[in-house]
């Protein structure tokens, strides 16, 4: 069964960090783009960081761009992302998705692509 596992969420006072982990399980992610996207409360899906198979190329949305680092490690089959300065603004349930055949992770994180599989998602909450 192809399943992605997002973790690594939890309660986290503003201006902390966390780092989220995406695991692939039944399927390797050697071949696909990941893509993490979040929802916050009231408000629509949105992709906040993307990089491509290779880790050679990746995407930010404005709102992370300075403060976030995704990367990927393929011998453990796993895609990280590093959550630094966090505000209430980032809380959220954060899912992970694949999609192989990506071009542009821009594309993909501004949601021009239909993903393959997703994870069920990791909450985030940035409160004192």
């Known amino acids: 069964q192809l399943q992605l596992v997002e973790s690594g969420g939890g309660l986290v006072q503003p201006g902390g960090s966390l780092r989220l982990s995406c695991a692939a399980s039944g399927f390797t992610l050697d071949y696909y783009a990941i893509g993490w996207f979040r929802q916050a409360p009231g408000k629509e899906r949105e992709g906040v960081s993307c990089i491509t198979s290779s880790g050679g190329s990746t995407n930010y949305a404005d709102s992370v761009k300075g403060r976030w680092l995704i990367s990927r490690d393929n011998a453990k089959n796993t895609v990280y992302l590093q959550m630094n300065s966090l505000k209430p603004e980032d809380t959220g349930v954060y899912y992970c998705?694949?999609?192989?055949?990506?071009?542009?992770?821009?594309?993909?994180?501004?949601?021009?692509?239909?993903?393959?599989?997703w994870g069920k998602g990791t909450l985030v909450t940035v409160s004192s």
């Open positions: 998705a694949a999609r192989r055949g990506v071009t542009s992770v821009q594309a993909m994180c501004r949601g021009y692509y239909e993903m393959d599989n």
